[in-house]
């Protein structure tokens, strides 16, 4: 499979290693200093885009592909007030286009159990909260992963009204906490205290591979479908 890479960060380059591992060939690696070799790629060029830039390139990538033909799976947060106009771009393109704010497999379990927690929780006597903590290079706080961690929260309890960056606080929101420290990968604690004791479950990244794999096995399963979709989809239909 013929791979664009579109940032070429330390995940780029993960993805790029898991990528070659499995067979596949990686047609260009675009990043801000050479955007304009993207250009000069034919429709037969590329058999799917993998996305993990910069919140601020995000969506005119995307954008491009889609226009393009170019069947392309995002993985880049910090962009997602366009989401709505991605969607639709895609529908009226016929294209495909996977997001998720975060593809490893284990923390997509990590979300079910989030949620299911979280109806468990419903009419008892806890506050939830969150803790994000990643690398010092991450631009976009909170994480992806904690805006979908708390909208599990939100959905599961259907208890709060939204989530707030701390410091902010405010009742009926869910707090999220975002550290940025040395190279960690990522780590996400939800948390529920009350007066007499704190339940707390824990997601922790040990290193981005987890993440690249993902990424790479939904950019395998994406050409030749027509659509918007995310790792729901992938898992429920991976043999």
């Known amino acids: 499979?013929?791979?664009?890479?579109?940032?070429?960060?330390?995940?780029?380059?993960?993805?790029?290693?898991?990528?070659?591992?499995?067979?596949?060939?990686?047609?260009?690696?675009?990043?801000l200093q050479n955007r304009a070799e993207m250009e000069e790629l034919g429709r037969e060029d590329v058999d799917v885009a993998i996305e993990f830039s910069a919140p601020e390139s995000a969506f005119e990538n995307i954008t491009y592909c889609l226009k393009?033909?170019?069947?392309?799976?995002?993985?880049?947060?910090?962009?997602?007030?366009?989401?709505?106009?991605?969607?639709?771009?895609?529908?009226?393109?016929?294209?495909?286009?996977?997001?998720?704010?975060?593809?490893?497999?284990?923390?997509?379990?990590?979300?079910?159990?989030?949620?299911?927690?979280?109806?468990?929780?419903?009419?008892?006597a806890y506050r939830s909260s969150m803790t994000e903590i990643h690398h010092i290079h991450?631009?976009?706080?909170?994480?992806?992963?904690?805006?979908?961690?708390?909208?599990?929260?939100?959905?599961?309890?259907?208890?709060?009204?939204?989530?707030?960056?701390?410091?902010?606080?405010?009742?009926?929101?869910?707090?999220?906490?975002?550290?940025?420290?040395?190279?960690?990968?990522?780590?996400h604690i939800v948390r529920y205290e009350s007066q007499v004791d704190t339940i707390e479950i824990t997601h922790t990244a040990h290193n981005r591979d987890g993440f690249a794999l993902g990424a790479v096995v939904s950019a395998e399963w994406l050409p030749g479908k027509a659509g918007v979709f995310g790792m729901n989809d992938l898992l429920e239909n991976l043999d």
């Open 138 to 187: 991450k631009l976009d706080a909170p994480s992806g992963t904690a805006i979908t961690l708390a909208e599990g929260i939100m959905e599961g309890s259907g208890e709060q009204k939204g989530w707030k960056l701390a410091p902010e606080d405010e009742e009926g929101f869910i707090q999220i906490e975002a550290k940025r420290l040395g190279e960690v990968p990522g780590t």
């Open 68 to 124: 393009k033909g170019w069947p392309i799976v995002s993985g880049t947060t910090g962009w997602l007030e366009h989401r709505t106009e991605i969607e639709q771009l895609c529908l009226d393109t016929k294209g495909a286009f996977f997001y998720a704010s975060n593809y490893s497999i284990g923390v997509n379990l990590f979300f079910r159990l989030n949620k299911q927690l979280a109806r468990l929780m419903k009419g008892q």
């Open 1 to 31: 499979m013929k791979i664009l890479l579109l940032g070429y960060g330390k995940m780029g380059k993960t993805i790029e290693k898991i990528a070659i591992e499995r067979g596949h060939t990686i047609v260009a690696k675009i990043d």
